[in-house]
């Protein structure tokens, strides 16, 4: 299967090389992420929107 | 990588024949790209005042034009060229009939021309066409018939192309049987899957309603019954958009940032979970709709909310497989692997960027979904802040990144210039950056979407963020950037079509960390997962449509019809202030254009 | 199938993040009490407002102890009553229907905002508190002239609205 691309790849077996790999990087990125997207929306939601004018309540 | 001297053969080399209809289709997809955004900044500049070159009144004419070439044809053209790239790649074999494969494409041409036409046809009264209607056409105002033929025979066409993707995934099963189904080509048939699923509603609601009744042949339709149907579809197309941004992700970015794929399995599981989750939630569009019940609302929202998951997901792999590129590079300390990355690289840069808004975009759509926060948003040009993020750069970015590194495979020509390439891609971003920001901000005020003139003569808007006409400016300047940088894309690309083709442009892919090996077989049951997406849009969907009908019948509680086809939008004007046209007159006006 | 630890890491965060929204707006609905918009109003026939009994006349009339109703009609390219006048410290709710095509009902800058589909009345109910004058705003496309739909709701002084409804040529 050597002459084409590795079109049939996804099938091989790629135990050889699959050294346990620690992606703390992304976690860190993704913590960072996630502490945005909480803090925006507590903002958006109880201040921004709860905050107006003519709430709706029926 | 060791793959190097198995790659000296590109995508052309090896399949010539489906290599030139992948570059067919994304120059359909690419010339629809360059008018979306010749509208985009008439538009842009036209709201913001600071340049009106049309009337007002034809603001909507632009604007439909925008929205369809944009979402449906730009997006869609793409999305064909790529997955038969794709699934010719992955399966290593050639598409089972070259000629099925050109019919398709042919008619998903037809019928975009179609569309296309009646809706430019708008600009001149010399031709009594017209289809005003922007892309989500809710009825009861009515476009000129061919709006409606052309989108249907563009649907038929990409069905075409997904039978033409299953038929040669089947045959290459019967060649390599007990295989697991290549990556690629199980992301491309789990999206067919969900096209199938979520076009066969708007299909219907054009086919048995809106056409029939542009042609006269029905009085009226019921607006709730087609809204529904329309948004049924218009959800899951958001997800049809972003598919192919996903694959290039998860299969290419990994490689261009020098490492591989994190998790197959995972991405495995992140496209059934579209399949399964797309549909059932059209629903959160009508938040504010009148005639659905509020608990169908709520159902709607819990379906959205758990469509975040695959995103959250695939936030981390696809991340996590370029920090191990990184590292493989050398990259080092927590966050400093970062700058270990190939920045230079437009495909790079520009796939990384998209993701980066994307992640932006993922806030402003938690707002979306939220059931009652609409209030404050809907229908506001926060939602146009929204989707220029997601659709407008997640897949547009993405898209015209991976034309840096894709073309060459389909075309064994190097791209003309890869600095302005690089520049082109950042300058989106720069662009992106400031005309969203900015909408998002007006629309917290309350400055409404798709209007023409959004200052009024009762009343200001209040301050939020900057005062409304330096967010106009900061909408203005965005939009410019973002005119330019299609500009040089294209520009570049035409002038790498003038290239000489060289040899030794192959690129590979490597092989996921984690392989389809650890992925359970049951993955790849598409029957089962196609079952238990039905299932849930049965449950979702059956009881509000029978709510629907119930209420207003098939054809509607007593409805007009207003053409924007055969009353000129003066007309219209004119009558402003008196009874509009009813559907009686409306009907014998079309005896007369008989 | 092995995920990694950090990706189920972030897979509960995820949920916990889907929660945290789904809670809030549930938050919403139960501590403020919004409500949505919903299929409470039966249909009319929207080609015959005129012989409909709230819709004939589009006013604000007082329904009960500081309660007001509010018919409203929205049509190419305007709505009607215009201003829509309003007493401070009221409940008001909205009754806006559509005698054409589908419009948008929105009070600029506020939370009151709906959609108005001919065929359907979409009834919205809010508490009004100091005299204000808002913009009102067609937020849906409605045709060439859609830009130029707007409107007034003018939350007045007790005093004020009484004048107006009393005098000149209220009911
Ligand atoms: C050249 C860059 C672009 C510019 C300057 C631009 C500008 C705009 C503006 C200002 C609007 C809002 C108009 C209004 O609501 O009144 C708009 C709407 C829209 N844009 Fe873009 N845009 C660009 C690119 C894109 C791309 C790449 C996509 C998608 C792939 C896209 C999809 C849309 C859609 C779907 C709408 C909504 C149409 C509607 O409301 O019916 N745009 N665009
Ligand atoms: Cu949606
Ligand atoms: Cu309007």
């Known amino acids: 299967m050597g002459r084409n691309e590795t079109a049939h790849a996804p099938a091989d077996d790629v135990s050889g090389d699959t050294e346990e790999f620690d992606p703390i990087g992304t976690l860190t990125l993704i913590g960072i992420y996630f502490t945005i997207l909480v803090l925006s929306w507590v903002y958006i939601y109880y201040i921004e929107f709860l905050g107006r004018d003519l709430v709706v309540v029926g | 990588m060791s793959e190097a001297i198995e790659g000296d053969r590109t995508f052309v080399d090896k399949f010539p024949e489906e290599a030139r209809i992948v570059r067919a289709a994304l120059l359909s997809s690419f010339l629809a790209l360059v008018i979306g955004a010749v509208l985009g900044i008439i538009q842009t500049l036209h709201r913001t005042d600071v340049a009106r070159i049309i009337p007002s009144t034809d603001y909507y004419t632009v604007l439909t034009a925008h929205g369809v070439f944009m979402v449906i044809s730009f997006t869609i053209f793409f999305l064909v060229g790529l997955f038969t790239w794709a699934v010719t790649r992955s399966l290593d074999r050639p598409l089972i009939d070259i000629r099925i494969t050109w019919t398709w494409y042919a008619i998903m041409a037809v019928g975009m021309t179609m569309t296309g036409v009646s809706i430019l046809a708008g600009f001149t009264d010399a031709i009594d066409m017209s289809a005003d209607v922007l892309f989500t056409f809710y009825a009861p105002l009515q476009a000129h018939p061919m709006f409606y033929a052309g989108l249907a025979v563009f649907i038929v066409g990409s069905w075409i192309a997904g039978a033409d993707y299953f038929r040669t995934w089947l045959a290459w099963k019967r060649e390599n049987p007990g295989e697991r189904i290549p990556l690629q080509t199980f992301m491309v048939l789990m999206t067919m899957a969900m096209w199938y699923i979520a076009s066969s509603a708007v299909a219907a609601s054009v086919l048995i309603f809106l056409l029939p009744w542009s042609l006269g042949l029905i009085d009226q339709v019921n607006p709730t019954l087609t809204r529904t149907l329309f948004w049924f579809f218009g959800h899951p197309v958001v997800y049809f958009w ?141 939602v146009p802040g929204h989707f220029h993020l997601t659709v407008g750069t997640a897949v547009a970015l993405t898209f015209m990144a991976a034309t840096y590194w894709i073309w060459p495979q389909i075309s064994n020509k190097p791209i003309y210039s890869r600095a302005v390439g690089l520049f082109q891609v950042v300058l989106w971003f720069i662009g992106m950056a400031l005309m969203s920001n900015a909408m998002h901000a007006q629309g917290i005020m309350g400055v409404p979407r798709r209007t023409a003139e959004p200052e009024y003569s009762g009343f200001e808007y209040a301050t939020m963020f900057g005062g409304y006409e330096e967010l106009n400016i900061q909408i203005a300047i965005g939009g410019t950037l973002l005119f330019v940088s299609t500009i040089l894309f294209i520009g570049n690309l035409v002038l790498t079509m003038g290239n000489p083709k060289v040899s030794g442009l192959a690129e590979t892919l490597p092989p996921a960390l984690s392989g389809p090996d650890d992925a359970p077989r049951v993955l790849d049951n598409l029957r089962l997962w196609v079952a238990i997406a039905v299932t849930l849009v049965v449950l979702a969907y059956a009881l509000p449509l029978a709510a629907i009908i119930n209420r207003g019948g098939l054809l509607g509680p007593g409805v007009g019809t207003y053409p924007v086809w055969l009353a000129p939008g003066l007309d219209a004007l004119a009558n402003a202030a008196t009874p509009p046209l009813a559907g009686d007159a409306w009907a014998s006006l079309v005896e007369v254009v008989r | 199938m092995h995920i990694h630890a950090y990706e189920k890491l972030w897979l509960a965060a995820s949920v916990l993040l889907i929660l945290l929204l789904l809670g809030s707006v549930t938050y919403g609905a139960v501590g403020p009490g919004v409500a949505m918009v919903s299929d409470s109003e039966q249909p009319v026939d929207a080609t015959a407002l005129d012989e409909d009994e709230r819709f004939s006349e589009p006013r604000v009339e007082q329904v009960g102890e500081n309660e007001y109703a509010a018919y409203v009609v929205a049509f190419q390219f305007g709505f009607q009553p215009d201003p829509i006048v309003i007493p401070e410290d009221s409940t008001v709710t909205f009754y806006v ?43 849906e496309y409605c045709g060439a002239g859609h830009h130029v739909m707007e409107g007034k709701v003018n939350v007045v002084s007790q005093a004020e609205y009484e004048n107006q409804t009393s005098g000149g040529d209220g009911e």
């Open chain 2, 242 to 382: 972003l598919m192919p941004a996903y694959l290039l992700w998860y299969t290419v970015l990994p490689k261009i940032a020098g490492g591989r794929l994190f998790s197959d399995p995972l991405a495995r599981v992140v496209f059934v979970l579209f399949l399964l989750l797309s549909t059932p939630v059209g629903i959160h569009h009508q938040y504010l709709d009148p005639g659905i019940a509020e608990g169908f609302k709520f159902i709607s929202m819990t379906n959205t909310m758990f469509l975040l998951l695959p995103s959250l997901l695939t936030a981390f792999t696809v991340v996590a497989s370029v920090e191990y590129g990184a590292r493989q590079r050398g990259g080092t300390g927590l966050l400093g692997w970062l700058t270990d990355l190939p920045w230079r690289k437009p495909e790079f840069t520009g796939m990384m960027l998209a993701g980066l808004m994307f992640a932006a975009g993922g806030f402003s759509g938690m707002v979306n979904a939220g059931m009652n926060i609409n209030y404050m948003i809907h229908n506001t040009i926060w």
């Open chain 3, 97 to 139: 229907t559509s005698r054409d095509v589908i419009h948008g009902f929105e009070v600029a800058g506020t939370n009151a905002n709906t959609m108005v589909v001919p065929g359907e009345v979409s009834e919205i109910t809010v508490e009004t508190d100091e005299p204000t004058e808002y913009g009102l705003i067609c937020n």
